[in-house]
């Protein structure tokens, strides 16, 4: 059976978030969705890291946009992984399992809505992933640049005015964080027929809770806990 959710960087409790072990590791779980995020090498190549800094996750220091793709490359994430490209990690995903992908800080990469949509549509896979942001005008550019491709605001509150907004992107997803979601914004999204995904819910109860409304996609970083519930409604 497959598990409907969202693997949150991958399966960031077990495998570096955000490398092609992790998300490896939660195709082989069988999970419906993964989560990833994009930054902009200086080299104008999609890369996969969540910080927009190499500082955290990598045995090097600075900013993805003042690297390669090549010199990027040279880094290490622990124990023996190097940071990704989207190409390499869309490539592991294909029809296997769909990808949301979430835009980091575009405003600091001119570009970049045409970069990911030219990785995307070159490995034929519009069909196979969506991506979110909280910056919504790259959401804007992206519609502009595709008609078909899925895309859906980013928020951690939500406001009456972001289902204006669902509406005026044309958007089929709606990504908000867990506590701020009500029985009402559930309701406003299945009438819309927008696909509402939390974000990040890794608590138990939270799970179960949150399981009463089986139109909600959920993100978790808990993949195996969020799946033995799951497997037991």
């Known amino acids: 059976m497959r598990i409907r959710g969202v693997a949150h960087r991958g399966y960031p409790r077990n495998y570096p978030e955000n490398t092609l072990s992790s998300f490896q590791a939660a195709i082989d779980l069988g999970f419906t969705h993964m989560e990833l995020d994009v930054h902009l090498s200086k080299d104008g190549v999609p890369v996969v890291m969540h910080d927009h800094s190499i500082d955290r996750m990598t045995d090097g220091k600075g900013e993805i946009k003042n690297y390669t793709l090549k010199e990027l490359k040279q880094f290490n994430i622990e124990p023996d992984e190097k940071i990704p490209s989207l190409k390499e990690a ?21 570009g970049i809505e045409k970069k990911v949509y030219e990785v995307i549509s070159k490995l034929d896979m519009i069909d196979q992933v969506y991506i979110i942001s909280f910056n919504h005008k790259t959401l804007a550019k992206l519609r502009v640049l595709s008609s078909e491709l899925h895309i859906g605001p980013l928020v951690s509150r939500v406001k009456k005015s972001h289902f204006n907004l669902i509406k005026k992107l044309n958007a089929n997803y709606f990504a908000v964080k867990y506590d701020s979601v009500k029985d009402k914004h559930i309701k406003q999204c299945e009438d819309m027929d927008v696909q509402l995904v939390v974000w990040t819910v890794n608590r138990e109860e939270d799970m179960t809770s949150i399981g009463n409304y089986p139109s909600v996609l959920v993100t978790t970083d808990e993949l195996e806990k969020y799946s033995n519930l799951y497997l037991t409604r």
Do not use: F
């Open 90 to 110: 869309l490539l592991l995903a294909k029809d296997q399992i769909i990808v949301s992908i979430e835009l980091k800080k575009p405003e600091l990469y001119p």
